[in-house]
């Protein structure tokens, strides 16, 4: 049985003629006749019932088109996957991506690829709601957790970055109200809450998932505050002004740590499980091109780009040069 063969009997089932059949597939119809009739005397089966008003699959018949429909689609994926390697990758590529990290890191990465790959059509799509990526025709996902539990058969998850969130003040707020020592301190403090859809599993906004650096122990911190909002960024805006502590993602906030607007508090404490992944439907081949920007996107934010200004901060100056005497 050969590709042929295969386009033969989802024509025939489509369209309940053989007659149709044949003009889909631009054939006479004695030929479609003869090569079903073939078809059935190799196999030994009769895949088709045939009446002077129309032709309809038997039992055997409809499992043999389930099974063209994915072979053919696999066909079509390798000769794909094969002009690719002859060629430079071209295709669209749609992706789906938080607002803050997509506008601040994903947008000019992206970019980047195209540049690099002008045969690729990037599409992204900026949302605060994880959508069904395979329902919705996406190739993939960057999103600050993995894959939901009730997706993980159906999607495949690659880390691309590890990620932290932190507790931050504005150096004003702690002049004002002091830093918190423990955290059961910060039930004394104006937490600043990001109302946020999509958010991890279980994920309660009035309650900040922490642990201390080496202890695998994750408590559930208890917060509250005059001031919350579903926006990341007017959250930052109130927290650089002084109202309050706020736990942010260390690539959202890194230029204000570095810059001294913003300070650390509890600095040994963070909030796991927020490492940046690609999420997508599962597929038997992904292209090329979708390879490649997930290769291209491990090597960009792997080594947590948003840290290089706090490294730059953290340097001490050198000293000025001695005056030379005259």
């Known amino acids: 049985m050969d590709r042929p063969d295969l386009?033969?009997?989802?024509?025939?089932?489509?369209?309940?003629?053989?007659?149709?059949?044949?003009?889909?597939l631009h054939v006479a119809p004695s030929a479609v006749t003869k090569r079903l009739a073939a078809l059935e005397a190799r196999l030994g089966l009769r895949l088709f019932q045939r009446t002077t008003r129309r032709v309809s699959a038997t039992a055997e018949g409809d499992t043999l088109c389930e099974r063209a429909v994915h072979l053919l689609?696999?066909?079509?994926?390798?000769?794909?996957?094969?002009?690719?390697?002859?060629?430079?990758?071209?295709?669209?590529?749609?992706?789906a991506a938080t607002f803050g990290f997509g506008r601040r890191w994903l947008g000019p990465a992206l970019a980047d690829f195209q540049a690099r790959h002008p045969g690729t059509q990037v599409q992204l799509q900026l949302t605060e709601q994880l959508p069904d990526l395979a329902v919705e025709g996406f190739d993939g996902a960057i999103w600050l957790w993995n894959?939901?539990?009730?997706?993980?058969?159906?999607?495949?998850?690659?880390?691309?970055?590890?990620?932290?969130?932190?507790?931050?003040?504005?150096?004003?707020?702690?002049?004002?109200?002091?830093?918190?020592?423990?955290l059961q301190d910060l039930s004394a403090h104006a937490c600043l809450v990001v109302r946020e859809n999509g958010g991890g599993p279980g994920q309660r906004f009035d309650h900040w998932r922490l642990q201390r650096s080496g202890d695998p122990q994750v408590q559930h911190v208890p917060v509250s505050g005059p001031l919350s909002s579903n926006s990341g960024e007017q959250v930052r805006d109130w927290c650089l002004a002084g109202h309050g502590i706020m736990l942010r993602s260390l690539w959202d906030i890194a230029p204000q740590l570095a810059s001294g607007e913003l300070v650390r508090v509890l600095n040994s404490h963070a909030m796991p499980d927020a490492d940046i992944h690609w999420l997508a439907p599962y597929r038997a081949q992904t292209p090329r091109r979708i390879r490649l920007l997930i290769d291209f996107l491990v090597q960009r934010f792997g080594q947590?780009?948003?840290?290089?200004?706090?490294?730059?901060?953290?340097?001490?100056?050198?000293?000025?040069?001695?005056?030379?005497?005259?």
């Open 304 to 326: 947590e780009p948003w840290k290089r200004s706090l490294s730059a901060a953290a340097k001490p100056s050198a000293p000025p040069a001695p005056r030379r005497k005259r």
């Open 7 to 24: 386009e033969l009997v989802l024509a025939v089932r489509q369209h309940g003629s053989l007659v149709m059949a044949a003009r889909a």
């Open 73 to 95: 689609r696999a066909f079509d994926e390798v000769e794909a996957e094969l002009r690719e390697r002859q060629a430079e990758p071209a295709g669209p590529i749609r992706i």
């Open 147 to 182: 894959a939901p539990s009730e997706r993980a058969a159906e999607w495949v998850s690659r880390r691309l970055a590890p990620n932290q969130r932190v507790l931050v003040a504005a150096p004003i707020y702690i002049e004002r109200h002091g830093a918190p020592r423990s």
